[in-house]
């Protein structure tokens, strides 16, 4: 059964660094999502992303993160200065159509940890 | 109170018994999806509800929804300790079918 990859599993990064992180989702898919979830807690929902552009984002999804499909096949979260409440498991889903129809796909998340 | 809070926050009970967990939200929807949560692992979804159904059932799985009440429920039958993990409501707010909530979740811990 296809499923959404992310890579790396765990990063480490100092304060103030900036960080990537990738996705693949399913490849036929066309609405890509990325959450995050602080010390399993509530998910919270970031961005959400589709025909290239952003869909909805949250309070949480300011000036300092971006998203991009790069190539058609990836999908990536950058944050350009980490914060330690930065720290959190970051977890990318993907879903075929609107979640009014289809329910989402999630990756097993990185684990980021900011020092 | 957040958009999508279930209730409770942890449940234990003895495998075989069923689990009831509630959501309650606070907007319209066009739909509400319930995921389960393994540890340290992504959510896996369970079943989606739409606002114009009240009930549906996925083999031991049995949602409801209650839209005057703004409230669901999850209920599963005859519980495995398999199905120890964290249990998660998700609404999709009417009109914005990208943006998709959920909840704090509910632990459900199966006791052998």
């Known amino acids: 059964e296809p499923e959404v990859t992310q890579t790396p599993s765990h990063q480490v990064t100092q304060m103030g660094q900036e960080v990537i992180l990738r996705c693949v989702p399913i490849s036929n898919h066309l609405y890509f999502y990325w959450y995050r979830q602080i010390l399993g807690q509530k998910v919270e929902f970031l961005v959400s992303f589709y025909n290239n552009e952003i869909s909805e984002k949250s309070e949480i999804f300011d000036d300092q993160f971006s998203v991009e499909r790069p190539d058609g096949s990836n999908f990536t979260l950058k944050i350009r200065s980490t914060k330690l409440e930065d720290s959190a498991m970051y977890f990318c889903a993907s879903s075929f159509q609107s979640s009014y129809n289809s329910p989402l796909h999630f990756g097993n998340g990185t684990r980021l940890t900011v020092t | ?112």
């Open chain 2, 1 to 112: 109170s957040q958009q999508g809070e279930e209730d409770p926050q942890a449940l234990s009970i003895q495998e075989g018994e069923n689990a009831t967990m509630n959501c309650s939200y606070k907007t319209s929807i066009n739909n509400l999806q319930w995921y389960r949560q393994n540890s340290g692992r992504g959510l896996v979804h369970l079943i989606l509800i739409r606002s114009n159904e009240r009930e549906k059932h996925s083999g031991r799985l049995r949602v409801t929804l209650d839209t005057s009440k703004k409230s669901s429920s999850l209920l599963i039958t005859a519980s495995r300790a398999a199905d120890t993990a964290s249990y998660f409501c998700a609404t999709v707010v009417m009109n914005r079918d990208d943006k998709i909530i959920f909840g704090k979740g509910t632990r459900l811990h199966i006791l052998p």
